[in-house]
């Protein structure tokens, strides 16, 4: 399945680098969103692989909550990862 990176998790002051907001066009509920907490996700920069793990639903639209292994770059917004 894919999915497109939307923005950082972050609140009105703040910016969680290692966690990001992913939509898919699969996943259009919180409960379709729910069952896919644990899969893992693969976003590639060109040169490697930065792994996360799916930590929770986002909203009611069935984005997702995923928590990345390091910082993840402001040129990832926008692109494609694949969620496994």
């Known amino acids: 399945m894919k999915g497109v990176i939307v923005n950082y998790k972050g ?23 729910q069952k896919l907490v644990g899969k893992k996700v693969i976003y590639n ?4 692989d ?5 930590r929770a ?4 639209s069935g984005a997702l909550r995923v928590l990345f292994e ?10 494609v990862v694949s969620i496994n």
């Open 57 to 60: 639903a986002h909203g009611n």
């Open 11 to 33: 609140g009105k002051h703040t910016q969680v680098t290692n966690q990001m907001i992913i939509a898919s066009t699969e996943v259009t509920t919180r409960e379709e969103a």
């Open 50 to 54: 930065i792994s996360g793990e799916v």
């Open 70 to 79: 390091t910082g993840m770059p402001g040129q990832a917004i926008g692109q």
């Open 45 to 48: 920069t060109g040169k490697k």
